[in-house]
């Protein structure tokens, strides 16, 4: 399978728990970016990489949010602290840096409880 | 002025009808409106996508109508079939699709027998 991929599937955690998502893009997919999807909403954009600089962070992303890349392949997006509002579903796509379409990973969905 | 207006919020159609779902954006330096479809549980996938120096594009059953002037789009399902019902979401973005996506609030679409 040569799609965006994300790991853990799912993830339940306990309110104050730190969390760390995985996603490995289409290969030589320079840009990989993370978004975040609640219920019956659109995805929110959190952040982007193009190769392993990070180019622009949503003011949503708060500061118990981090994002590496630093291989320029891979990422992980970790939650510290979580609460009950960060319970979502979180979103990897990849592209690559001369063309438009981004392809979305199938999801890591969090629960907070 | 990064919002993305979507309508209507749910669509019961026909099997064999047309669905037609309708977009409207307020950023003028958006220049690339991509369509994705989302089933429960899964990412969403890109469907088609359009620059704003056509005003139609067509791929198979499925139909992007771009207003420049008016700020809108809309995505036309044509034949409608039940394998279609899923939640559509259109999306905006600057940079010809290279930087983040602006999703609108999507559309949950049911194709009936």
Redesign the interface.
């Known amino acids: 399978d040569t799609g965006v991929s994300q790991n853990p599937r799912h993830k339940i955690t306990k309110r104050g728990q730190n969390v760390t998502f995985r996603c490995d893009p289409i290969s030589e997919h320079n840009r990989l970016y993370w978004y975040r999807q609640t219920l019956g909403q659109g995805p929110e954009f959190l952040t982007y990489f193009q190769n392993e600089a990070q180019l622009e962070k949503s003011r949503l992303l708060s500061d118990r949010f981090s994002a590496e890349r630093p291989k320029g392949s891979f990422s992980t997006l970790e939650i510290q602290r979580t609460e009950q509002g960060d319970s979502a579903m979180y979103l990897c796509a990849s592209s690559l840096d001369t063309a438009s379409e981004q392809y979305f990973g199938p999801g890591t969905r969090l629960t907070v409880t | 002025q990064q919002q993305v207006k ?1 309508s209507p919020q749910s669509l019961i159609v026909q099997k064999g009808g047309i669905s037609i779902i309708n977009c409207a954006y307020e950023n003028t330096a958006f220049d ?1 409106f ?1 369509w ?1 479809q989302q089933f429960p ?6 469907l088609i ?1 359009i620059r704003p120096d056509v005003s139609e594009k067509k791929e198979g059953r499925f139909t992007i109508s771009f207003n420049k002037s008016a700020k809108q789009f809309s995505l036309h399902i044509m034949d409608s079939q039940p394998g279609d019902s899923a939640t559509y ?1 259109c ?1 905006s ?1 600057r940079g ?11 559309t949950r679409l049911t194709i009936i027998p």
């Open positions: 979507q690339y991509p994705y549980g899964k990412g969403p996938a890109l996508a979401f999306a973005s010809a699709g290279n930087e983040k996506l602006t999703f609108g609030t999507g």
